[in-house]
């Protein structure tokens, strides 16, 4: 076979597990109907207007089998206020969904189930323009009608193909944990390229970061991302401003794969296996470094708040292991029941003594002061000269990694708000071989950590 | 007693032990007298005129008790070439020093005894400037001319004060071991400030780096150097050329310290006590570093060729173990019968792997290259994409300073000509408390090394 072929091949036997058949198709057609009649007659019992639309990839026929999300919105007039807005919105949600349960983005909106489908109604306002939103679900409608008029059947398959492609390489999903490729941002992309195959080319050969798109010329921001794509919606929003300068690395690296050689375990790789505490103490052994991890229970918050907190968090601990002379290798963070802060330092120990720099000897005021402070300080090596300088060796304050991070002054570093309350409340500190205890609950993402691939 | 009264009084007091009495006057002037009778005898043989002048010190009062150092210059025309020069010039010397042996700076000259003084006989050119020298030798007379009518008793009195201070503090020398105050720097800044006082108060004051002087206003090069004396005799030179910041930072510490509080003990310290091997342990282990130490024998040069070369070996040194990563707190050099490179580092080990960053994964061919050479190599870990970047950890070379010192690897570094021959023949490394063994042969540089002044 050629090389196009085998493309072909792969493509077309990922098609076939991805793909919905009709069955599938005319139960989702049914589900949709009879939300949307539970909503109707929901809204004619208000004293206001309202209209009810589907929305999202099960709406566009972008969704990928398997996935059975249904998104219903509920549009309301602009002039009602937002109180009337929630209060009218979750009539017709609880309506429409029984029993299912509010939860909170940035409006309140009613999540549950409905015939074996994930169902969200959510209320938003009907707006005439993008621009004119007063909160992210109002924007919804508008991506909708831009791709309903785009994508025919024949994209909207590529686009499920690139969809399960990005899944299998982990890049997908515009969550703040994943900070990959949202569902909106793969179909732009297939609409700019016009097929699943000329957009990994693309990306394998041609894509330089930052790698700019504005299909409707209408840009009136600068975006500092790797990746824009200006929402052709909203003229102020990066579609991809959420995707990070790894995911986009390895959306090249994985395209360069399978264009080289096409295979199907790319979009359905096996199931990582966990690492058991005596591989990840082999590891440690056999790397020589000093990993440390904070653990401690994970914050009641949802992932989009966890993530950016444990990350805040992470940056915080290692800048301040690097300051004081821990050279930081790598860092990761995991969470589930626990959080774990993770770094894998260099340096397990350091000396009793730290070099301190006085000022130039000819500073007479300020020189002066330096001397007399530790000249007669038992503890310090010095004052002695160095170039021009006076120079002492005083006591360090943590010669470990552990003794720093089982004190106070962990609470010092720039820590997100609620890892910062966990931590005031109680954490313990792993070092070196005792790591190996965090494959009870972390096991596949050590995995990740020790045997690395992009 | 006022500040003053106690400058004055120890003055006085320093002053009664370092300067001359009659009687060794005396014996000085004879011994020049004898010397310079057998000098003309042997000029009044050649076919060729010469005179013999009396230079340095000793020559213009400048000298203190215990110093007996007495140098005769048997100057030639200019006309005559080297090798008359230097045939003649030491036909002359040999007959004045008849048990002398003979050295080599850029001439020929005579060292040996008389009278119970040591005598430099030294052939050079009778020049009308000092810019028509041809060797360092010619410009010494020029020098003696220059203080012989500037420097009056008076004057001498106080160069011998600020000299024997210079002794006390460590700063006297200009010898490439010490790169101190030269005699003849000693003698121009004194007549600059008028008094040893003037001087320190100058010193402990006034001075902010680089500190210039032109008695002569005649510069005619530009000096980076902390302390800019232009020599009066040649507009090119700076007299204070192989002064250290350290030591000018010296002069300023101890000026302000005789100032705070005067007393004889700045000019006649206490001899240095020798550390043990044991004083050398226990150290270490307070300190918590881990010293290392490379040692050979010391290369068979003049003081002058070996200190460079030994510096510029340890710095070579020095900079590859920070490259490595086993940061250096500070260093040392010391020689005797052997000759050491000391490294007190503040890293004992790093782990098996190194971090070692690839290209962005966008660089096609540079990104593929790199992932395709550690993709299969079952000793690095990844490559795994961080940023925008492939990064491996792969294999690290040395674990330890110790482990590099021992290796070949040491002879990569830039050493000095006379250091690469003598480790290329034989050397040992010390480690950690291993050092102590160097108290043998360097107890008081490691007093000084472990009990650090300025």
């Given amino acids: 076979m050629t090389g196009e072929q085998e493309f072909e091949a792969v493509a077309a036997a990922v098609r076939e597990r991805i793909d919905l058949d009709e069955d599938e198709r005319e139960r989702m057609r049914e589900a949709v109907a009879g939300l949307r009649e539970r909503a109707e007659e929901a809204i004619a019992e208000l004293p206001v207007e309202a209209d009810v639309i ?10 990928i089998s398997g996935d059975r999300d249904i998104d219903l919105f509920v549009r309301f007039p602009p ?43 959510v209320p938003c306002y009907r707006l005439d323009s993008a621009t004119d939103i007063q909160s992210a679900v109002d924007r919804t409608p508008f991506h909708t009608e831009y791709l309903d008029a785009r994508l025919d059947p024949d994209l909207a398959g590529e686009v499920r193909l690139f969809k399960q492609f990005l899944k299998g390489i982990g890049a997908y999903g515009s969550d703040l944990r994943t900070r990959g490729f949202s569902g909106y941002l793969t179909e732009l992309l297939v609409l700019e390229y016009g097929s699943f195959e000329a957009t990994v080319e693309a990306a394998a050969d041609d894509w330089h970061p930052p790698v700019r798109f504005d299909p409707e010329d209408h840009a009136t921001a600068e975006f500092d991302d790797p990746l824009v794509v200006v929402d052709p919606t909203d003229p102020e929003r990066n579609v991809a401003a959420v995707c990070s300068p790894e995911n986009v690395a ?12 096409p295979r199907e375990e790319l979009f359905f790789p096996d199931p990582q296996e966990a690492l058991s505490t005596a591989e990840v103490r082999d590891h440690v052994a056999s790397r020589g470094t000093t990993p440390v991890a904070v653990r401690f229970d994970a914050p009641d918050v949802v992932e989009d708040q966890l993530y950016p907190q444990l990350r805040k968090s992470l940056a915080g601990v290692r800048d301040e292991l690097d300051r004081r002379g821990f050279d930081p290798l790598r860092t990761a963070t995991f969470a589930d029941d626990s959080a774990v802060l993770f770094v894998e330092l260099e340096v397990a120990e350091r000396p009793a003594v730290e070099r301190h720099e006085g000022p130039p000897v000819h500073v007479r005021q300020h020189a002066t002061g330096f001397y007399e402070k530790y000249a007669d300080d038992p503890a310090a090596y010095g004052p002695f000269i160095d170039g021009d300088r006076y120079v002492v060796e005083r006591e360090r ?5 552990a003794a720093f991070l089982e004190s106070d002054a962990i609470l010092d570093v720039a820590l997100g708000l609620r890892v910062e309350s966990a931590l005031e409340d109680d954490y313990d ?9 965090l494959a009870d609950e972390f096991g596949e993402e050590l995995t990740d950590y020790f045997d690395p691939r992009p």
């Fill in 54 to 63: 589907q929305v999202g990839s099960t709406a566009r026929g972008t969704w």
């Fill in 79 to 121: 002039e009602l206020d937002r109180e009337e807005l929630e209060s009218y919105g979750l009539e017709v949600s609880h309506a429409v969904l029984p029993d299912g349960r509010e939860e909170f983005a940035e409006h309140p909106y009613v999540t549950g189930e409905y015939d074996g489908f994930d169902v969200d109604c």
């Fill in 250 to 261: 390895r959306l090249q690296h994985y395209a360069r794969e399978l264009l080289a050689e």
């Fill in 397 to 401: 304050e943590f010669e470990t990694a």
């Fill in 429 to 437: 500190v792993l070092v070196g071989e005792e790591v190996g205890e």
